[in-house]
């Protein structure tokens, strides 16, 4: 009833629905919408969620993302950083 709720007060303020995120194993099968209005649509969102661009990420905690040139759905490379600043930071001396 809330998620049903949420969408009408988004349409009505003028958002509309540009990515879908479907998430595995969740009650109820749930899913992850990303809102915008018209016009303001935001691209990371877009690659990420369909994963057909290489995603590059820096500092403790990131996780890039490498997709193999042509490749849609194809081939990707996952890369993470050191979660914590202290174990990121002692890796570069």
Known sequence: ??????????????????????????????????????????????????????ILSAGAGGSTKLVAPGARHGKIERIFNYKYPTEYIDRFE
């Open 1 to 54: 009833a809330a998620m049903v709720e949420s969408c009408e007060l988004l349409e009505k303020a003028g958002y509309r629905p540009y990515y879908l995120y479907r998430q595995k194993g969740t009650l109820q099968n749930l899913e992850n919408v990303g809102w915008c209005k018209p016009g303001y649509e935001c691209l990371y969102n877009i690659y990420i969620m369909e994963e057909v661009h290489t």
